[in-house]
């Protein structure tokens, strides 16, 4: 895209007192989400597992713990996936877009998914056309190289879109939304709110700098987690 850009934000965990697992929008998630809902973008990985309660946490074991990087590359593609229980479990065809491209999913003469070539829309709008014939859940997705190089991580999700119907998204900066919580995983579609809100954290991606560190820290007195930018 002709405005790709990248940023890292690093994340470090100090002290924490309790198990957490902590995810990543690109977009909030609200009661009120019109169009598309926000897809679980991201979580930390590499920490240990515990088992407690019966639900499996993300635990982070304080200042042990290297820097976690979230890394976002502004570059976008269109998705038809598969779901299980509000989880997205299959990718099963993909284009990728850029501002000012409209794009096609139909079948062909074989029953497979696939994609339009891009044809000239809107310049500060991506947008796909359901031309399969079928009801059909689509993404948008962000990826780190062209496909086929890297898996789709979706965004937005829009559900059982209707046939000869399209679906899109405006140009916009891309704001980052953490949470706490041990009962949602990565690509899970959000459709409310992620309560209880254990976090308030919001940053516009293009405002920071290639590379920043942030640290995820615990205060028991409030039960709430901060992560605040690292000197």
Request: negative net charge.
């Amino acid at each position: 895209m002709s405005d790709t850009f990248t940023r890292t934000p690093m994340i470090t965990a100090v002290g924490l007192s309790l198990p957490a697992r902590l995810l990543f929008t690109l977009q909030e998630a609200r009661e009120d989400n019109f169009g598309s809902h926000p897809v679980v973008w991201h979580f930390i990985p590499g920490s240990k597992f515990v088992l407690k309660a019966a639900m499996i946490y993300l635990q982070y074991c304080g200042i042990d713990n290297p820097p976690r990087p979230i890394i976002y590359v502004n570059r976008f593609a269109f998705s038809r996936v598969e779901l299980e229980n509000d989880v997205i479990v299959k990718t099963q065809s993909s284009q990728e877009v850029m501002y000012g491209w409209e794009v096609a999913i139909e079948k062909n003469d074989k029953g497979e998914y696939v994609f339009t070539a891009p044809a000239q829309g809107d310049s500060d709008v991506v947008r796909v056309r359901n031309k399969s014939g079928t009801l059909e859940h689509l993404t948008l997705s962000t990826l780190s190289n062209p496909i086929p190089e890297s898996e789709p991580s979706p965004i937005f999700y829009w559900d059982m879109v209707g046939t000869d119907s399209s679906v899109g998204l405006r140009r916009f900066s891309p704001t980052l939304y953490a949470y706490v919580s041990p009962l949602h995983q990565e690509n899970e579609v959000l459709k409310g709110k992620i309560e209880p809100q254990l976090i308030n954290w919001k940053q516009d991606l293009k405002a920071l700098p290639l590379v920043s560190s942030w640290t995820l820290t615990f205060n028991p007195t409030e039960q709430k987690f901060t992560l605040v930018r690292a000197a």
